[in-house]
Nanobody
Framework: QVQLVESGGGSVQAGGSLELSCTASGSISSINVMGWSRQGPGKSRELVATIARGGITNYADSVKGRSTVSRGAGNTVNLRLTNLKTEDTAMYFC???????????????WGPGTLVTVSS
């Protein structure tokens, strides 16, 4: 069973920076996409950033220019957020689209989330 564990959340003042990490463990043959979503208080979940095979990245307009998503060693994805705003306060969730073998269907798994709180 594939599991994701996020880390790096915490409290930060507006204008500051934070880096989130997510590591996948388990039986993974290939990774198609890793990414981050967030859900703020009273808001629906928002896709923040993704990185696909080949290093193709996509960002939500709300974080474009203030964020960088990257793959780390192994099955890790990182999200660096800079110039943080109070509206960035949210639970951040990592997700993984992967296959367990070449001919298997693609699967999706989510991490439990890590909380980011930005204070003014």
């Amino acid at each position: 069973q594939v599991q994701l564990v996020e880390s790096g959340g915490g409290s930060v003042q507006a204008g500051g920076s934070l880096e989130l990490s997510c590591t996948a463990s388990g039986s993974i043959s290939s990774i198609n996409v890793m990414g981050w979503s967030r859900q703020g208080p009273g808001k629906s979940r928002e896709l923040v950033a993704t990185i696909a095979r080949g290093g193709i990245t996509n960002y939500a307009d709300s974080v474009k220019g203030r964020s960088t998503v990257s793959r780390g060693a192994g099955n890790t994805v990182n999200l660096r957020l800079t110039n943080l705003k109070t509206e960035d306060t949210a639970m951040y969730f990592c997700h993984l689209e992967y296959k367990i073998s070449r001919d298997s269907p693609e699967r999706l798994v989510w991490g439990p989330g890590t909380l980011v709180t930005v204070s003014s």
